[in-house]
C-alpha cells in the first residue's frame, strides 16, 4: 500500500520476542509531533505510552478475550482493563465491547469496516448460500444439520446449494465434509477450503445470500463480523445468528435473524427463502453504506487530528 512502510519483527522467542518489538517501536517513533496509534496486543501495550510519554498516542481495541474459557476469559479481559488505564485516548469496535470493559465514557467508537467484493445485482430465483470464515470455534455441524432438515422439508430443494469457503484446525475440514457425507447432502453442500481474500470475487458474484453464522456466546456477542458487512455491501441478504453485533445491522430489508441450534438454520432459510422476491441488492447495499472503510477512515482522520 502506498505511503505504508511495514518493519516485520520475528515472532519467535516470547520475552525475546518483546523486547524485539519494543527495540523496533523505539527507533522508529523519535518524532515527537507524530500520533502513535497503536493496536492492543496483551502485556506489553501498556510499555508503549511510557516509552514515549510526549507522543499524542491512540490505544485501539478491535476484540476482547474470546477464550472457552470463563476464567480464562476474565482474566485477559483484566488485563486489557489494566493496560488501557495507560492511555488518554481509546478506540473499541463497537458500544458493545466497549461498555462490556467499562471504556464507554472513555472511548471512540472506531467500528469495523468492509470492502465491497462483489458489485453484482443477485436474481433471486433460487437459493445459494455462502458462508466464508473460519472454521475452528464454530459448530458448523450446526449449519449442516440444519441444511439437513430443511431439503428433507422442502418441495424444490435442487433450488438450494450451500458452499463453504474456509479452514480451521488440522482436521476440521475433512471431519465436516464426512458429516456432510454421512447426512446424505454433500451434492448440496460444497467446500472450497482457504481461498485468499483477493480471489473471493467470483464466489460472492455467482451466490445471491450469505450466512454469518456465529455461536451464540458471550465472548462472541459483541464482536463485529466482518463477513456480515462484505456479505451486504456485495448486494446479498443474510441468514445471521442473533449476536448483538448482527442485531445492530440486520433487519427485515437485509436479512434474517437466527438462533444457533440446527433447527433455527433450518427456519432462517425458509424465511430468507419466502423473502426472496423482496429483496433488491441495491437497497441491501445501501443499508450497510456506514460501514465502508471510506467512510471509517474519513471519521478517524477527523478523530487523529482533533488530539494534535
Known sequence: MDGIQVISVNRQGGLIRAIRFLTAFWNLTKNKEAIIFVKYFKFVSWLIPLMRPKNAMVLDIRTGSVEKNILARKFYDTVLKIEALFYENITVISSGLS?????AKKAEILPLGAEVISSTDKVFNDLKILYV??????????V????????????????????IVGDGLPGQ????IMETERCGISEVVKFKGRVPHDQLKPLFDTHNVGLSYIPLTAYFDDQPPTKTYEYLMSGMPV???????????????NGVLIGDAPQDICTGIKLIEQKMDRFCSKSIRMSAQDYQWQRIVENLHTYLCNLR
Open 239 to 253: 441468514i445471521a445468528t442473533k449476536t448483538s453485533a448482527n442485531q445492530l445491522i440486520i433487519n427485515h430489508e
Open 173 to 176: 475440514l475433512d471431519r465436516l
Open 144 to 163: 449442516i444439520y440444519g441444511l439437513k432438515k430443511y431439503l428433507s422439508q422442502s418441495e424444490t430443494p435442487e433450488k438450494v446449494a450451500l458452499t
Open 99 to 103: 461498555k462490556k470493559l467499562g471504556l
Open 133 to 142: 470464515g473460519t472454521l475452528y470455534n464454530r459448530n458448523l455441524e450446526k
